[in-house]
């Protein structure tokens, strides 16, 4: 190597130790909102009002069969939550309308520094209204702080279902339940002020794996069926297809379905793998589907 090479080669390294360390750098913290209003016309469900600030995106609604539903992909380009990040999503569905929110991938919360990141979805049903909140699941990366609370109100004969998953971490990569904390509440509401609220925090770094379930399963799902509009007669033809289900599938899945005060069900999964429980979830909303509606899953297109 040459006098001049060795001399730049040593600025090169001076300048790096210069550099501040990635603890350092402050993250980019983001604070927006997504709201979204939707109307029935011409037999089916139209996006009537729409306003986002980055990161949000929100892409126009899809009719996927000839029910009218209008199948919503709302996503976060920036590709996950970074510490800091205070995210809302406000939605009204009008009476009659049919909304199927989802996502194109898992949502992913990144390391958090020092300030958690935040998420909070706050969704009114009109009349006779329907609402499948049914994203993909919630990775929390090792060391990540994330806290979600979701608020879904029901006016007479609206009906919901509401799916909520979530990984123990980066599984192939070895973090298991890594992750410095993770709240999530959520709280459905009917029109005669009857609620089910249902809340939870995990600290696993804190709490030396302090849950049984955190030994043997890696993914955890919860189903959350609402309505004032169906006899008890469905809801029993519903759990018994239910627990049916999850009986099944017993060798990859340990769950449960319970009545709960408000006219509906709840069903709670635990598996080990990813499959397993796209597996077991897309047979429990089918069932679900068919009973109250009579109508088959539509193909989501994700991309």
């Not at 402050?26 to 990161?55: C, I, M, N």
Request: hydrophobic share 35%; charged share 20%.
């Amino acid at each position: 190597m040459s006098q001049q090479q060795t001399l730049n080669s040593t600025k090169i390294r001076q300048g790096f130790q210069g550099w501040p360390s990635p603890d350092q750098i402050a993250p980019q913290r983001q604070k927006s909102e997504l709201s979204l209003e939707y109307a029935k016309r011409d037999g089916k469900t139209v996006l009537t009002h729409s306003r986002f600030s980055h990161p949000w995106y929100s892409f126009p609604p899809l009719y996927l069969d000839d029910t009218g539903c209008a199948t919503t992909f709302f996503t976060n380009p920036s590709g996950g939550f970074l510490g800091g990040d205070d995210l809302s999503l406000v939605a009204k569905l009008r009476e009659d309308t049919h909304v199927l929110f989802t996502t194109p991938s898992a949502t992913k919360i990144y390391r958090t520094l020092q300030s958690p990141a935040v998420q909070s979805i706050d969704v009114s049903v009109g009349p006779n209204a329907i609402l499948e909140w049914v994203p993909e699941l919630t990775i929390p990366f090792a060391s990540s702080h994330f806290d979600q609370t979701i608020t879904v109100r029901l006016d007479a004969g609206a009906s919901l279902i509401l799916w909520d998953a979530l990984a123990a971490g980066r599984v192939a990569r070895g973090e298991r339940w890594a992750f410095s904390h993770f709240s999530n509440q959520i709280k459905i509401t009917l029109s005669d002020g009857k609620s089910l609220e249902e809340r939870y925090a995990l600290a696993p770094t804190q709490d030396t794996l302090s849950l049984t379930f955190e030994q043997n399963w890696n993914y955890v799902g919860s189903l959350f069926i609402v309505s004032d509009k169906f006899p008890s007669s469905t809801w029993d033809q519903t759990k018994e297809e239910l627990v049916t289900v999850i009986e099944r599938n017993s060798r990859q899945v340990l769950g449960g379905v319970s009545e709960t005060s408000l006219p509906g069900l709840v069903v709670k999964v635990v598996t080990r793998s990813a499959p397993e429980l796209n597996t077991v979830w897309e047979e429990l909303w089918s069932v679900v589907r068919m009973n109250l509606w009579g109508t088959a899953l539509p193909t989501l297109r994700r991309y």
